[in-house]
Structures are given as structure tokens and as C-alpha cells.
């Protein structure tokens, strides 16, 4: 298969984690700032669990991604993190 082959990056991604990236974006944007990217559920080198700071849910970062930008796992029902707080 010739790389101009495959299906671009955003068709490749897990629905999931696309989900939670539009919700980021979305927080992101009404805060006025850029994203800076995921880092991937599971990748974080220490496991860690949170509550959302707005919404309350239960935040993992084993099935839950962080943002590179602030570190914090980003909630997938809200898509908040802790940029601009």
C-alpha cells in the first residue's frame, strides 16, 4: 500500500477520542485559547484519576487523554482541562 493510500490522520482516530477532541476544542475556543494537542489515553507514564473540575465526573487517565498544554486529564463528557484557570 503507497502512503498517498491510507485514509488522512482524522479518519484513522478512535471515534472516541475524537469526541473528547471536539469537546476540548470547543472549551478551548470559549476560553479563547488554541489546543495544543492530546496526549492519548493510557500513554501518561503514572496513572492518575481526577474529578472534572466543572462537570464533577470521574476523570482516569487510563481511558481518558491529558492536554499538552496543561497536564490535566480532559473530562469526555465536557471536554474541560485546566487551561485558562
Known amino acids: 500500500m503507497k502512503k ?4 488522512p490522520a482524522a479518519a484513522r482516530e478512535d471515534p472516541a477520542l475524537r469526541h473528547v477532541r471536539e469537546l476540548h476544542d470547543r472549551y478551548l475556543l470559549r476560553k479563547g485559547l488554541r489546543s495544543r ?3 492519548a489515553p493510557g ?6 484519576t481526577a474529578d ?3 462537570c464533577r465526573s470521574g476523570l ?8 499538552n498544554a496543561c497536564g ?12 485558562g484557570r
Open 60 to 67: 482516569d487517565n487510563v481511558r481518558d487523554p491529558e492536554c
Open 43 to 48: 500513554m501518561s507514564l503514572q496513572h492518575r
Open 52 to 54: 472534572c473540575a466543572a
Open 72 to 83: 490535566w486529564i480532559v473530562c469526555s463528557h465536557c471536554g474541560t482541562c485546566g487551561c
Open 4 to 7: 498517498e493510500d491510507l485514509p
Open 37 to 39: 494537542g492530546l496526549l
